[in-house]
């Protein structure tokens, strides 16, 4: 499959072929051959591996039409390495695990419902602050003196 992906200023174009799993292969894995381009094409091919895990195969598999699964792995293994060079550039020998959350295009939590907000009338009035002496409450309330007459 042919994959060709841009993020973060940098340009990628390449192809996958699915690997003969070996026994201590735990996921499906594909080899992937990318070439830079633009001012990284210096780097030569970058040579790796994606390993695909039995969640998102068998998503991908439930979710593509007419059985055509390589086209949702194909976007998947692009937000992969999108996501990836967030992160560092792509070196010859990357190993990546690609799960169900890059079939699914998954976008983050839910966001929180806010209800929509009233507008509230307030008033505004401007006061004197007067700073007055806290006397101690001790339950009965304090006798004021008569100044004389």
């Keep these: ?5 841009e993020g973060y200023g940098l340009a990628y174009s390449g192809h996958a072929t699915p690997a003969e799993k070996s026994a201590k292969d735990k996921h499906h894995p594909w080899t992937v051959q990318l070439q830079a381009s633009g001012p990284h094409a210096a780097e ?4 790796g591996r994606l390993q695909v895990t039995g969640v998102a195969a068998d ?4 979710r593509a039409p007419d059985g055509k699964a390589e086209i949702l ?8 390495f999108v996501a990836e060079l967030g992160l560092r550039p792509l070196a010859s020998g990357f190993d990546f695990i690609v799960d169900h959350r890059f079939v699914t295009q998954y976008q983050g939590p839910e966001p929180k419902y806010d209800p929509p907000k009233r507008k509230v009338r307030r008033k505004v009035v401007r006061r004197k602050v007067v700073r007055r002496k806290v006397v101690r409450r001790t339950g009965a309330r304090p006798v004021r003196k008569k100044a004389p007459a």
């Design 73 to 80: 792995l194909q976007g998947a293994f692009e937000r992969a």
């Design 1 to 5: 499959m042919e994959l060709s992906f």
């Design 44 to 47: 030569g091919t970058i040579e």
């Design 59 to 62: 998503e991908a598999k439930r």
